[in-house]
């Protein structure tokens, strides 16, 4: 009888010494848990991190703030309740909780001083609101992540992301492999990429690659992203660097060209576990774009690059997902990576994050 190659046991011999894909984010760093869109002046949202609830609350006055986020009197979501001044009021039985978790309603807090909630620190910087996942006496000392092109007057940002039905390791691992091109043909043309290197420490792993254009034509909103339109891609081959950082938990992607002085494109990017298992994450994307000599002419192309950059991450997140369905089927990880550097990465992920 023929062997089933999907069963377990042909994979065992060379399977992973710990499941990549079991491996829990570490929460001692500053996460992106939403958009500061979705939160209006007076309002409150649910959100969640690694299976956890939290409420974020914008008050009437001041600074976002985020508690947990189910209420302590019998844990109706908090997240559906409504914005008194400062205050969050369950929609439950009405309780109302202040900035520091405390249940403040008349009466019920002196009869009750244990109704209280759990306070997070939360900061809010390029449009996104940030709360410290891990031990809360460590906030003030982990660097708060740092992306300047935002606040460049010199660049124009484009907020992305979604949630994906994967583990945050197929994340970065796509985006560091530059190999899977033949994903984007159709979209990009034939890319050769050619691998220049990497770096890597305690908490990073660094790959630079140059592309050569092999087939199609270029696209136009490439053709917006360098400033230069390339009829024959030959000339151009190997010219431009992109530089792919996972600075855990982070990722940053840089593309460099000849002539420009700056990043032409640089993409921060942050995964964000939902559930429990974290086999799910919501993806939080600032795109920066270096402007055109021509003014307003990358705003008038805005539409045109938020299309195309859309179909790319849909074609990643197709991939990545298809990824995460097998290791379910298969029920493990039975990846056959030969790429040192996508192997330099899963052993980053798997240190700085923490096993099950
Ligand atoms: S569940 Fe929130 S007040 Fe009762
Ligand atoms: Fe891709």
Not at 40 to 68: C, S, T
Not at 241 to 267: F, N
Not at 292 to 313: Q, S
């Amino acid at each position: 009888m023929e062997n089933d190659s999907h069963t377990t046991s042909d994979h065992s011999e060379c399977a992973q010494p710990t499941d990549l894909r079991r491996t829990r984010i570490n929460p001692d760093f500053w996460y992106p848990l939403a958009w500061s869109r979705e939160l209006g002046r007076e309002k409150a949202i649910d959100v969640r991190f690694a299976g956890r609830h939290l409420v974020l609350v914008r008050p009437k006055n001041g600074a976002p703030y985020a508690l947990d986020g189910l209420c302590a009197h019998r844990q109706v979501l908090l997240g559906k309740g409504s914005v008194q001044g400062d205050l969050i009021r369950c929609s439950g039985h009405g309780l109302r909780y202040n900035r520091d978790g405390q249940c403040v309603s008349p009466n019920v807090s002196t009869k009750a001083p244990c109704l209280r909630l759990k306070t997070w620190a939360c900061r809010e910087k390029g449009g996104l609101i940030f709360v410290f996942m891990g031990d809360q006496s460590l906030a003030d000392k982990i660097p708060f992540p740092d992306f300047p092109k935002v606040e460049d007057r010199k660049y124009r940002t484009r907020r992305f992301g979604e949630v994906v039905n994967c583990h945050y390791s197929f994340m970065h691992e796509n985006l560091m492999d530059m190999n899977h091109q033949v994903l984007h043909s159709r979209l990009v043309g034939k890319m050769k990429p050619r691998f220049l290197g990497m770096e890597h420490g305690d908490d990073f792993v660094e790959a630079c690659y140059t592309f050569a254009r092999t087939g199609g034509k270029q696209p136009l909103s490439e053709a917006l992203i360098y400033g230069q339109r390339r009829p024959d891609g030959r000339d151009f081959a190997y010219r431009d660097v992109m530089t792919i950082r996972t600075q855990y938990p982070y990722q940053i992607l840089r593309i460099e060209t000849q002539g420009i002085e700056e990043p032409v494109m640089e993409l921060w990017i942050s995964y964000v576990p939902q559930d429990r298992e974290e086999l799910t994450n919501r993806v939080f994307g600032l795109l920066s774009i270096k402007r055109l000599k021509v003014p307003f002419l990358l705003d008038l192309a805005w539409p045109i690059l938020v299309a195309f950059t859309e179909r790319v991450f849909f074609e990643d997140r197709e991939i990545v997902e298809l990824e995460q369905a097998a290791w379910k089927d298969l029920g493990g990880d039975h990846n056959q990576e030969v790429f040192p550097v996508i192997n330099q990465l899963r052993d980053l992920l798997r240190r700085c994050g923490q096993a099950e």
